[in-house]
C-alpha cells in the first residue's frame, strides 16, 4: 500500500521541470493515505485466521513502510548519508527493542513491537531535518516555488508500484505452488535452493544500484538527458559486472556451492534449480539497473509497472504447466522466463525514444569471465574433489578480469 509513494519519491522528491520537491507536511501526509486501509486488512486477515496480533502487526507495517518512504526520499534528493542513517538507526532501533522488550515479555506480539518502535525511531531524523531545511529555506527564499503535491506523487507511482508487487509474488509465490503440486519436501528443497540463490544475486543488484537514478537526476539537471543516459548506461554494465561471477558461479557450481551453504539432502537434489533461479534474478536484476533509471528521468514510471505485470502474467501461465512436466526445474524456468518476458518489455520500452548504447567493452568483459567459469567447470570436471576450490579461484580470476576492466574505463573517462 505504500510502494506507490516510494516509487514516486525516488524521482520526485527533489522535483522536476520548475517544481520543487514535496514539502515533508506533504510527504507525511501522503503517509498517512494507507494507514486505515492497513490497518482494516490487518483486522480482516485475523478475522479468516491468517495472521496473529492484527494491531501489533498492522502498526509494525505502517511505521517501516513509513521509514522506507523516508529512506527513498533521501535517495531521492541524493543525499546518501542521510540515506544510510535511516537504515542504520532502524537496524540498531529493532536489535535494541527487540532485545528489551523480547527480555521483559518474549512473545511474538512484543517483537513486533520493537520492530515498529525502531522503525518509528527511525523516522524522527527525517523528518526533523526536512524540517529545519524546510524552515532556512523559507528565510532565504523570496519568491516562493511550486512544489510536487500529494496527488502528483500518487499520480505517478501507483501504476509504478504494481512492480514491487509483482517481484514479490515471482519471488516467493513459486514456492507455494510446488507445495501443492508437489508435497512439502519438494517445497522445502526446492525454496531451499532458489532462495539462497535468488537473495545472492538480486539484493546485491539492488544494494549496488540504489544511487543510479538519483546520480542520473542531477546529471540531468546540470547536462541534460543524454550524458544521464549515458552515465545509466555505464553505472548499471559496472554493476551488473560486479554480480556477473557470482552468477556464473552458481550456474557452472550449483552443487559445490550450494554443498558449502545448505545441509546435505538439499544441496544435492534438483541441480538445475539454482542456476535457473540465479538466472531469472539477474534478469530481474538487469531491469532494475538498467532499464528503470531510464524510465525514471523519461517520468514513464508506468511502464515499469506494466513490464513487472506483464512478467508475472507469463509466469502465472507458465509455472503450472511447466511444473506438471519438468518438476521443480520448471517451476524455476517459469520464473526465469517471466524475468527474461518483463526485461524485454523494459528494454524495448526504454530505448524507444532514441538509440540506445550497447557497452561493447562490457559484453567483452561478460564473455570473457564466461569462458573463465567454462574452462574452470572444465578443470572441475577432471578432479571433482576440487570443484569448491576450483570455483573460487575462478571467481577470484573473474574478479581480476573486472578491476582490469574497471581500470581501463575509469582511464578512459579521465582521459
Not at 500529494?150 to 516467493?172: D, P, Q, T, W
Not at 534478469?283 to 532499464?291: D, E, K, M, V, Y
Amino acid at each position: 500500500m505504500y510502494g506507490w509513494l516510494q516509487m514516486s519519491l525516488v524521482r520526485l522528491a527533489s522535483g522536476h521541470g520548475d517544481m520543487v520537491g514535496p514539502r515533508i507536511t506533504t510527504v507525511i501526509r501522503a503517509m498517512l493515505w494507507p494507514v486505515l486501509p492497513c490497518f482494516s486488512l490487518a483486522y480482516i486477515l485475523s478475522y479468516v485466521g491468517a495472521i496473529f496480533y492484527p494491531f501489533a502487526t498492522a502498526m509494525a507495517s505502517v511505521f517501516l513502510a513509513c521509514s522506507v518512504c523516508l529512506a527513498q526520499m533521501a535517495r531521492g534528493k541524493n543525499n546518501p548519508y542521510l540515506y544510510a542513517t535511516i537504515g542504520a538507526v532502524r537496524l540498531l532501533g529493532v536489535l535494541v527493542g527487540a532485545w528489551i522488550v523480547g527480555s521483559v515479555s518474549p512473545q511474538a506480539d512484543s517483537l513486533l513491537y520493537a520492530l515498529g518502535g525502531g522503525a518509528l525511531l527511525s523516522c524522527l531524523l527525517p523528518v526533523l531535518s526536512e524540517c529545519c531545511r524546510a524552515r532556512t529555506a523559507r528565510l532565504l527564499s523570496k519568491t516562493p516555488s511550486s512544489e510536487v503535491s500529494a496527488k502528483e506523487l500518487f499520480r505517478y507511482g501507483y501504476v509504478a508500484s504494481i512492480s514491487i508487487g509483482a517481484v514479490m509474488l515471482m519471488i516467493h509465490g513459486d514456492r507455494f505452488v510446488v507445495g501443492m503440486m508437489l508435497g512439502n519436501e519438494a517445497a522445502a528443497s526446492y525454496t531451499a535452493q532458489s532462495e539462497l540463490a535468488r537473495q545472492l544475486i538480486y539484493p546485491v543488484v539492488s544494494a549496488l544500484s540504489v544511487s543510479i537514478v538519483p546520480t542520473a537526476l542531477m546529471i540531468d539537471r546540470q547536462s541534460g538527458s543524454r550524458v544521464a543516459k549515458l552515465f545509466i548506461a555505464r553505472s548499471s554494465a559496472n554493476t551488473l559486472l560486479c554480480v556477473a561471477p557470482i552468477l556464473l558461479n552458481l550456474v557452472f557450481f550449483p552443487t559445490s556451492i550450494l554443498s558449502a551453504l545448505l545441509p546435505e539432502q538439499y544441496a544435492y537434489s534438483n541441480a538445475w534449480v539454482s542456476p535457473l533461479a540465479a538466472t531469472g534474478a539477474y534478469l530481474l536484476g538487469c531491469r532494475l539497473a538498467r532499464c528503470d533509471p531510464v524510465l525514471h528521468l523519461d517520468l514513464r514510471a508506468s511502464h515499469i509497472g506494466y513490464s513487472a505485470l506483464l512478467g508475472l502474467v507469463a509466469w502465472a501461465v507458465l509455472v503450472y504447466p511447466l511444473t506438471f512436466v519438468l518438476g521443480v526445474e520448471g517451476c524455476a524456468l517459469a520464473g526465469m522466463l517471466g524475468s527474461a518476458i518483463s526485461l524485454s518489455y523494459s528494454a524495448l520500452i526504454s530505448r524507444s525514444n532514441g538509440p540506445g548504447s550497447i557497452n561493447i567493452v562490457g559484453c567483452g568483459t561478460f564473455c570473457l569471465m564466461f569462458l573463465i567459469a567454462l574452462c574452470a567447470k572444465y578443470i572441475a570436471s577432471l578432479r571433482p574433489q576440487l570443484a569448491l576450490v576450483i570455483a573460487m579461484v575462478s571467481a577470484i580470476v573473474m574478479y581480476l578480469a573486472l578491476s582490469f576492466y574497471l581500470w581501463a574505463t575509469r582511464n578512459g573517462d579521465h582521459s
